[in-house]
């Protein structure tokens, strides 16, 4: 279910019912609580400490909601647990909200982008397709240089292929020669080269 950015919530008044609410029995309460607590940055560390023990998906994404809409860094270390998540739901949910705050996921990405779980680089280079080209262009280009998992290039060239500029084009060529015997991975640089030389052109 995709996360909710449109309409304000339900928000005002005394927070404190909303926030005892976070630990009623009944799901829709809690639901109802934590759109309540959209955009409210006090509530951060309850809301996060909610997420981590809310069983209910549909809960679990209007907390997300709540975080990405207060959009500070603390909101963007509540989430970003959640991308190690074996909940493939959650991980995309985590994704969503993440995307949605380029300005502060930024100081995190080169962390990120080196962790030891390959499956974190390969979600990393995801949350680059919302920075401005030139900054997605840059983090990536630096994963596609020292990057030896092919999967992890693979994902960091095809974000490249939508949003990279004309500085991707030497590190997308340097690694076309280091990954020659891995068959997909020049073929998918020869899309995202001939997409960013058509869009320079």
């Given at each position: 279910?995709?996360?909710?950015?449109?309409?304000?919530s339900p928000a005002g008044g005394d927070p404190a019912p909303h926030r005892a609410a976070?630990?009623?029995?009944?799901?829709?309460?809690?639901?109802?609580?934590?759109?309540?607590?959209?955009?409210?940055?006090?509530?951060?560390?309850?809301?996060?400490?909610?997420?981590?023990?809310?069983?209910v998906p549909r809960v679990r994404e209007a907390i997300m909601t709540a975080l990405m809409?207060?959009?500070?860094?603390?909101?963007?270390?509540?989430?970003?647990?959640?991308?190690?998540?074996?909940?493939?739901?959650?991980?995309?949910?985590?994704?969503?909200?993440?995307?949605?705050?380029?300005?502060?996921?930024?100081?995190?990405?080169?962390?990120?982008?080196?962790?030891?779980?390959?499956?974190?680089?390969?979600?990393?280079?995801?949350?680059?397709?919302?920075?401005?080209?030139?900054?997605?262009?840059?983090?990536?280009?630096?994963?596609?240089?020292h990057e030896q998992h092919p999967n992890v290039c693979a994902a960091a060239i095809d974000?490249?292929?939508?949003?990279?500029?004309?500085?991707?084009?030497?590190?997308?060529?340097?690694?076309?020669?280091?990954?020659?015997?891995?068959?997909?991975?020049?073929?998918?640089?020869?899309?995202?080269?001939?997409?960013?030389?058509?869009?320079?052109?």
């Amino acid at each position: 279910m995709p996360l909710v950015r449109g309409s304000k919530s339900p928000a005002g008044g005394d927070p404190a019912p909303h926030r005892a609410a976070l630990d009623s029995p009944d799901a829709e309460s809690r639901w109802t609580a934590a759109r309540a607590l959209s955009g409210d940055a006090d509530a951060v560390p309850l809301l996060a400490a909610t997420l981590g023990r809310e069983p209910v998906p549909r809960v679990r994404e209007a907390i997300m909601t709540a975080l990405m809409r207060v959009g500070n860094a603390a909101s963007v270390e509540a989430i970003l647990p959640y991308l190690r998540s074996q909940d493939a739901g959650l991980r995309a949910a985590a994704i969503e909200a993440l995307q949605a705050l380029p300005e502060a996921v930024a100081p995190f990405m080169a962390a990120l982008l080196s962790d030891s779980d390959s499956d974190v680089r390969l979600l990393a280079t995801e949350l680059a397709r919302n920075m401005k080209a030139s900054e997605a262009t840059r983090l990536l280009c630096d994963v596609i240089a020292h990057e030896q998992h092919p999967n992890v290039c693979a994902a960091a060239i095809d974000v490249l292929t939508e949003v990279g500029t004309p500085q991707a084009l030497p590190a997308l060529e340097k690694c076309a020669a280091r990954f020659a015997g891995t068959p997909f991975l020049p073929f998918a640089i020869s899309v995202a080269i001939a997409r960013i030389s058509s869009a320079e052109g």
